[in-house]
T-cell receptor, first 118, second 116 residues
Framework: GAVVSQHPSWVICKSGTSVKIECRSLDFQATTMFWYRQFPKQSLMLMATSNEGSKATYEQGVEKDKFLINHASLTLSTLTVTSAHPEDSSFYIC??????????????FGSGTRLTVV | AQKVTQAQTEISVVEKEDVTLDCVYETRDTTYYLFWYKQPPSGELVFLIRRNSFDEQNEISGRYSWNFQKSTSSFNFTITASQVVDSAVYFCALSEAHFGNEKLTFGTGTRLTIIP
């Protein structure tokens, strides 16, 4: 079935540094990638949607200069948290969507990245 | 705009009891999809089911069953004979089907604890 590999699974970084999170679709072409953020005991909130080769579309209230999304190929999308601060500490999870018919009906989630900024 | 409401924040039941998780949704589209996901403590999302808006048949998969009622905009999830391994956060989600706006909107989740 469709698999999305997300790395790292957890990361601790110092305030002011940048962190890159990768999501790779292993056995299908991810034409669209969704990035979510989940604070403790809260729901998944969509941050942005990216289509391969185009600029990401950010949800209202999400700073595009802080959360840089690159979707340069059909199998890889990255989220870079720039100049991270403690309030950016959260669980980040990606979801890849290819054509219909894949497992999970087109939405395959990565295993998530727990970011802690100290 | 689409919206998903899971009014039950937390539920605790004793093992082997049945439990129903409620989900109510709002959408202006006539074609849409509804999902349920399970999120265990490890964090990954486990896909449970997808239902399209034209298929109101109830579905059963082992101890899991789903009741979709368009008249009340509800898509409830029942676990029969609950087990400790069912303890997790469960999310209901909605996506509209038209190209270019297929993002998933999640409910706030229901934390289910099964007491041994």
């Amino acid at each position: 079935g469709a698999v999305v590999s997300q790395h790292p699974s957890w990361v601790i970084c110092k305030s002011g540094t940048s962190v890159k999170i990768e999501c790779r679709s292993l056995d299908f072409q991810a034409t669209t990638m969704f990035w979510y953020r989940q604070f403790p005991k809260q729901s998944l909130m969509l941050m942005a949607t990216s289509n391969e080769g185009s600029k990401a579309t950010y949800e209202q209230g999400v700073e595009k200069d802080k959360f840089l999304i690159n979707h340069a190929s059909l199998t890889l999308s990255t989220l870079t948290v720039t100049s991270a601060h403690p309030e950016d500490s959260s669980f980040y999870i990606c979801s890849a969507r290819g054509s219909l018919g894949e497992a999970n009906y087109g939405y395959t989630f990565g295993s998530g990245t727990r970011l802690t900024v100290v | 705009a689409q919206k998903v409401t899971q009014a039950q924040t937390e539920i605790s039941v004793v093992e082997k009891e049945d439990v129903t998780l409620d989900c109510v949704y709002e959408t202006r589209d006539t074609t849409y999809y509804l999902f349920w996901y399970k999120q265990p403590p490890s964090g990954e999302l486990v896909f449970l089911i997808r239902r399209n808006s034209f298929d109101e048949q109830n579905e059963i998969s082992g101890r899991y069953s789903w009741n979709f009622q368009k008249s009340t905009s509800s898509f409830n999830f029942t676990i029969t004979a609950s087990q400790v391994v069912d303890s997790a956060v469960y999310f209901c989600a909605l996506s509209e089907a038209h190209f270019g706006n297929e993002k998933l909107t999640f409910g706030t989740g229901t934390r289910l604890t099964i007491i041994p």
